[in-house]
């Protein structure tokens, strides 16, 4: 099982690694996680059964060694454990990476309210944006 550490939105290494990437930063509502070695990072937003998961990026360093798959579990694990019946996730390029993890893709007008209301969801990601769910539930 993956160990995730919480850590700050304003950790050196997570703003490099999404400035790398070209991501939005994570926002001081959101619990933010870190793999311990840095070798991955996100967060999860929100109240409430429905959640966002947010900022999900693993540095240039790290990638091809399959964490990426361990940290979206791990945070769906913590997401889960923490009473989320469902979470969501807006993206622009790794739609087929989520879907091959469960996700499936929703109608953005679909979306509850928490989702639509969401800084990401309004502001930081274009409304061309692929919105995606995942039911922890089952």
Excluded: Y
């Excluded at 509850?112 to 969801?121: D, G, L, V």
């Amino acid at each position: 099982m993956t160990r995730l550490a919480a850590c700050e939105p304003d950790d050196a290494r997570w703003v490099s690694a999404l400035k790398e990437a070209g991501l939005p930063a994570c926002t001081r509502d959101a619990r933010c996680f870190a793999l311990p070695e840095g070798e991955g990072f996100g967060a999860i937003e929100g109240d409430g059964p429905d959640r966002l998961l947010r900022s999900i990026v693993v540095p240039l360093a790290w990638q091809g060694r399959g964490i990426g798959t361990s940290l979206v579990t791990a945070l769906s694990d913590e997401a889960r454990n923490s009473g989320v019946e469902r979470l969501w996730l807006l993206t622009t390029g790794a739609a087929d990476f989520f879907a091959r993890h469960g996700w499936v893709v929703a109608d953005r007008a679909a979306a509850p309210e928490a989702i639509r209301t969401s800084e990401q969801f309004t502001t930081l990601c274009p409304a061309s944006a692929t919105l995606m769910m995942r039911d922890l539930r089952r």
